[in-house]
């Protein structure tokens, strides 16, 4: 299985700052990789896909980028509403495997 | 506009089977795959499985093979997930998504809560 290994484990920020999120993939998974934002009690939301592509309804301050094997996801300026847990999520071979997630809190 | 509603929270007893439940609308469910999640509470999330709506063709994580079993209705818009020989580790929050690889429709999540 491939491995996404997602860093920090947990962040602390305060508003308007930027915030990188990154993950690791163990072997080459091209641009199969989406972030998702999830918050205490729901359901996951999809903010990126195809490693840079901004899902639709998702705020032009949240971006994707690829180094090799290497994602990030990047808050340009963090909102009060942006505190969860995010994780990434490889879709390029089954089965699909997600980081460990980086929890995000308000400075 | 697409919905995905699961069915209600499930005590079951160590041994015992359950069938969830995931009723679609908003969109065509018959050519539409449907994926399914496990999350235990305070952890990250592991995919189940996926299955295509339109033949019910299935994929598994090997590590659920034996454990989920995913089925379809189409007359209904239903996506089903069977779980059977349940013990403690199977206590989670099930999840399905819409889709194959991205996920943008969720249900709300179903809590199963395996407990003698």
């Known amino acids: 299985d491939i491995q996404m290994t997602q860093s920090p484990a947990s962040l602390s920020a305060s508003l308007e700052e930027i915030v990188t999120i990154t993950c690791q993939a163990s072997q080459d998974i091209g641009n199969w990789l989406a972030w998702y934002q999830q918050k205490p009690g729901k359901s996951p939301q999809l903010l990126i896909y195809?490693?840079?592509s901004l899902a639709d309804g998702v705020p032009s301050r949240f971006s994707g980028s690829r180094s090799g094997t290497q994602y990030s996801l990047k808050i340009s300026r963090l909102q009060v509403e942006d505190p969860g847990i995010y994780y990434c999520l490889q879709g390029y071979s089954a089965p699909w495997t997600f980081g460990g997630g980086t929890k995000l809190e308000l400075k | 506009q697409v919905k995905l509603q699961q069915s209600g929270a499930e005590l079951v007893k160590p041994g015992a089977s359950v069938k969830l439940s995931c009723k679609t609308s908003?969109?065509?469910?018959?050519?539409?795959?449907m994926s399914w999640f496990k999350q235990i509470p305070g952890q990250s999330i592991e995919w189940i499985g996926m299955i295509y709506a339109g033949d019910g063709g299935t994929g598994y994580n090997q590590k659920f093979k034996g454990k989920a079993t995913l089925t379809v209705d189409t007359s209904s818009s239903t996506a089903y997930m069977d779980l059977s020989s349940l013990t403690t580790e199977d206590s989670a929050v099930y999840f399905c998504a819409r889709g194959a690889n991205w996920f943008a429709y969720w249900g709300q999540g179903t809590l199963v809560t395996v407990s003698s």
């Open positions: 195809g490693a840079t």
């Open positions: 908003g969109y065509t469910f018959s050519t539409s795959y």
